[in-house]
């Protein structure tokens, strides 16, 4: 497994991550924090004392001003869509 997505609310996926972490010998799979990245409205809601603080922030403004992802969750209403072919 390369990539993975989890969505939810901060608390959520706070947990995903540390049981992610927490079963890395038994799964093999290990979280590379230097390659994460959190998309978020508002990123100054995740506290400091959370493993989230240290993944990249993205916010919307970026994706809509930059187009940094083009293939973002169709979750997000802001999120821009993908140009049809």
Same mark, same amino acid.
Do not use: Q
């Given at each position: 497994?390369?990539?993975?997505?989890l969505?939810? $609310?901060?608390?959520?996926?706070?947990?995903?991550?540390?049981?992610i972490?927490?079963?890395d010998? $038994?799964?093999?799979?290990?979280v590379?924090?230097s390659k994460?990245?959190?998309?978020?409205?508002?990123?100054?809601?995740?506290?400091? #004392?959370?493993?989230?603080?240290?993944?990249?922030?993205?916010?919307?403004?970026?994706?809509r001003?930059?187009?940094?992802?083009?293939?973002? &969750?169709? &979750?997000?209403?802001?999120?821009? #869509?993908?140009?049809?072919?």
């Amino acid at each position: 497994m390369d990539d993975i997505t989890l969505v939810g $609310d901060i608390c959520t996926v706070e947990a995903d991550v540390n049981t992610i972490n927490n079963h890395d010998a $038994d799964t093999g799979l290990k979280v590379n924090i230097s390659k994460c990245e959190i998309i978020a409205e508002y990123t100054a809601a995740i506290p400091d #004392s959370s493993l989230l603080s240290e993944f990249v922030k993205v916010t919307k403004d970026i994706i809509r001003t930059t187009g940094y992802y083009e293939h973002a &969750c169709p &979750c997000y209403p802001w999120a821009p #869509s993908r140009a049809k072919m």
